[in-house]
Nanobody, 125 residues
């Protein structure tokens, strides 16, 4: 079992920035794809960004492309989400997720085996 722990959420004004972190621990880290999802009240959890761990290839949802950047530090088994130009509609609980296989779509929530507990991001207008 891999444990994922998010941090870095908080309250920020529109136009501001935050950086989220997701630290992985537990048995030998074997995730090959890791991703960020978010969930606002009354809305299904949605895909934000994913990174293929070995080569750091990234993929983004259109809603955050150009504003958010996903990255990873292999030495620290940590993934990041740099969020710039935040908007009130970015307000949500942000979750990191991981899976130990590479093939298949990265946007499907059910394809991920491991999840963090989430961190709240609130963007005020």
């Amino acid at each position: 079992q891999v444990q994922l722990v998010e941090s870095g959420g908080g309250l920020v004004q529109a136009g501001g920035s935050l950086r989220l972190s997701c630290a992985a621990s537990g048995r030998t880290f074997t995730s090959t794809v890791m991703a960020w999802f978010r969930q606002a009240p009354g809305v299904e959890r949605e895909f934000i960004a994913a990174i293929y761990w070995k080569h750091a290839i990234t993929y983004y949802a259109d809603s955050v492309k150009g504003r958010f950047t996903i990255s990873r530090d292999s030495a620290k088994n940590t993934m990041y989400l740099q969020m710039n130009s935040l908007k009130p509609e970015d307000t949500a609980v942000y979750f990191c997720a991981g899976r130990s296989y590479t093939p298949g779509s990265v946007v499907i929530r059910g394809s991920y085996d491991d999840w963090g507990q989430g961190t709240q991001v609130t963007v005020s207008s």
